[in-house]
């Protein structure tokens, strides 16, 4: 018996799985090429072997469907012989971070597909993505890299809200847990968004894509004191990045193109992080905060999809028949 269609659910996400599949194997083809720190070795290795088989695998799917394969990213678009750019501390926060992306997105996608070898497609790769993910922190607390969260006193009883003043933006009470979750991871990623700008602004020789990252690592400082002021003033002590995550190099590493989507993918999710933040926050002020931090991440995004485009990055989705068209 044959297979059912792929839905077009199942068709979005696993394109949108190959791409971002195929632009992390440069990525960690080049941390491996210049980690210096043989503790790092099996984590580079999983994510690269998670990347490379969701590339595969993706293609298969295609394959079978008669679907036309997306050109995405490969080896072409990472310069092998560039000096050395991220240190160890950058290699382990990133390959967090993109465990943390990982085990979202593909329980999401696990959540929006209905064939069973699609499901179990995404079950394995949240498996893995737990792996890499608890390899990293564990690695990370080892070494003295790892930035835990807050640590606070709580009162050790329930408690029900008895007023609108709870949510009031005037009279700020202080922030609570799920609050403090939120403001933290948010300048936590802010921070390691300016590691990735100012990586990428100093080893682009094109011109446009440099101010770009400039005015993204701008923005990502903007965020990430706006996010630790409201943290301190609850008294909430942010710890500190002591960590060195770049070198001086300035050689050109990876292609422009490469470079502009990572910093789409970026972008996508801090905005989903922001509006998440917003849902689950219960002082106004802070609702506040994320949706006009929320505006100056669209525009940027908009302008970064208007560089991609003008430059013939962007490669388009998969896209339903204009149904209009065909009775002209």
Known sequence: MSRKMLTANEIGLLWTQYIQNSMAVPLLEYFKLTNEDKTLEPIINLARDIAEEGVQQCQAFFDEADLSVPYGYSLDDMNPNAHRLFTEAFMLAF??????????????????????????????????????????VNTA????????????????????????????PFSKRSLNTIEILHLYENAKNNYL?????????????????????????????????????????????????????????TDPVFSDRLMMYMMNVFVTAGHANYANGATHSLRYDIVYTYHRLSVDTA?????????????????????????QKLIQ
């Open 95 to 136: 390959i967090e971070h993109m465990g943390k992306v990982g085990l979202t997105s593909d329980g999401l996608s696990l959540g929006t597909s209905a064939r069973e070898d699609v499901r179990n497609f995404f079950t394995e790769r949240m498996n893995k993505q737990d792996q890499l993910y608890n390899l990293c």
């Open 299 to 323: 525009v940027f995004s908009k302008n970064g999809l208007d560089i991609m485009i003008h430059n013939g990055w962007f490669e388009e989705p998969p896209q339903a028949p204009d149904k």
């Open 193 to 249: 968004g300016e590691a990735v700008c100012q990586a990428f602004a100093q080893t682009s020789k094109n011109k446009t894509v440099k101010n770009f990252m400039v005015k993204g690592k701008n923005i990502s400082t903007k965020h990430r004191k706006i996010f630790t002021k409201i943290l301190d003033q609850s008294g909430i002590v942010t710890p500190s990045h002591s960590s060195n995550y770049l070198t001086n190099n």
């Open 141 to 168: 607390m080892e070494q003295g890299f790892y930035t835990s969260a807050p640590q606070i006193e709580v009162e050790n009883n329930v408690e029900f809200i008895e007023g609108k003043g709870y949510f009031h």
